[in-house]
Each structure stands twice: as structure tokens, then as C-alpha cells.
């Protein structure tokens, strides 16, 4: 298989036990997955079934304890911290669960930083940041504090700071968590409208409403794929329910 014919994302039995204060915790079983390029893959489940964990080791931020990773057909698993944080300015973005904004840098600094640090001219970064922020609706609070936003502004934020630098793969961890219904339809627009213009999407949530913006659903359950599901696929999708949404065992 060359490299372009490769799945952006390939994982294989991958394992992640977490050694914690209390008994350990096995939030990830054995779990083999595959994104193509362009596909919007949600992961959903119920609280503790291991999705951000999941979501932490296809970005690098924990180590598995056995598997693989694979982006763009190269062996990801081995690399060190030092590549992974290069790789993730560079082709994978990261919308964390609770934002992670730098709290004492500007909207503007926050959005820009990425790009700054994978070396992105500043005037570059900064008309990247403006038609970002534009986008995603955010005109007028670029001098803003994190602080100083409601959680769906800096919601908003975070997803603009995981796109600046244009990553092949946004992985987005409960990007609505906190958002109400309106909040959480106007996430689901903006990565619909991404994912149209060829964004690759593995979108953690446990929201149904949010996942039925996908054209995959994976659940979640016990640290292992209970079901994984593709909507696409022709009218009228197999597993949908009546109004379209998947029926999700949450
Ligand atoms: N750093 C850690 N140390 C110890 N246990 C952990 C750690 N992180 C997660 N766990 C445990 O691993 C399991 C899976 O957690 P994880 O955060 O992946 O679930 P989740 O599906 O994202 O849940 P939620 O929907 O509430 O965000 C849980 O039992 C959790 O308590
Ligand atoms: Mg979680």
C-alpha cells in the first residue's frame, strides 16, 4: 500500500490501563480503528468509558500501553514527545475537553501561538487568526482574556486554535461540553462546515445531537468499539432512527 492510499489514521490494539490512586482503571481495551481522509468520525459513550483517553493516545498525549498508531501510513506509536508536539502543530489539532486556553495571552495570542511556534511568519499568523476568529464568529474579542469569554466563545476559541495551522486532523474532545442547545448547534455547524471543505474529524461527545453531524458513529463502552456505524452510506441510513439521529446506547 502506498503512503496516499494509507487510512490518515490507522490504530490496532490499542491498550491503556491507568495506574491511578484506586484500582486501575483499563479505558482502553483493545481497540483497532481506521479515519480516511475527509471522514467525520464521532466517538460517543457514556462518562468513563475511556473516550479521551482514546482521543489522548491517537494524539500522542499518552502512551499505550500495547498497539499501534499510524498517520499517513507511518509508525506514530514510537515517537518521542518531542515529535509528537511537532506533529501536532503540524497535522493534528487538538480541541481539549475543558479548552486549555493560555489564560493570561489574548484570544489573538492564543489563536496565533500554534502558528508561531511551527514557525509561520507573524503577519502570516496573524491574517490566519483574524479569518479564523471571523469565522467562527469572533470578531471584536481578539484583545480579550480567555476569562473575560462565556464558555461557548472560548469553545469557539480552542476550535480556532486547533485550526490555525490547517492540521489534516482535528481531534475535538466534547467540544459543546459546556454549551447549551443553541451552543451546541453552533459548534455543530462550524464542523459540519469544516468537514465540507475536507476536514478530517474524530470528534469525542456524548451529546447525540452533535454526533448525528457525522457521517460515522462509533460507540464507545467500556473501554472498547460497541458499534461503529456509517450514516452516509445511501438513503435511508441502516441503524438511524426516524428523525435521522442514531440511536445511541449512552
Ligand atoms: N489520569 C488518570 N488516572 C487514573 N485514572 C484515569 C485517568 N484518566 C482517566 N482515568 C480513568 O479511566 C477511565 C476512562 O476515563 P476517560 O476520561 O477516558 O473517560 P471518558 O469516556 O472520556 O469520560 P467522560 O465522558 O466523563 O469525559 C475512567 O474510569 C477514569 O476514571
Ligand atoms: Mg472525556
Partial sequence: MSESDAPLLRAEGLVKTHHGEGAPAHAVRGVDLRVRRGEFVAVTGPSGAGKSTLLHLLGGLQRP???SIRLDGERADGWSEARWAVERRRRIGIVFQFFNLVSDLSVADNVELPALLAGVPPKKARVA??????????EGKERSMPGELSGGEQQRVALARALVNHPPLLLADEPAGSLDSRGTREVMRLLSRFHQRGQTILL???DARLASAADRVISFFDGRIADDATLDAGPPPRRAGASGVLELRD
Fill in 65 to 67: 500501553d500495547e498497539g
Fill in 129 to 138: 487568526r483574524r479569518e479564523l476568529l471571523a469565522e467562527l464568529g469572533l
Fill in 204 to 206: 469525542v461527545t456524548h
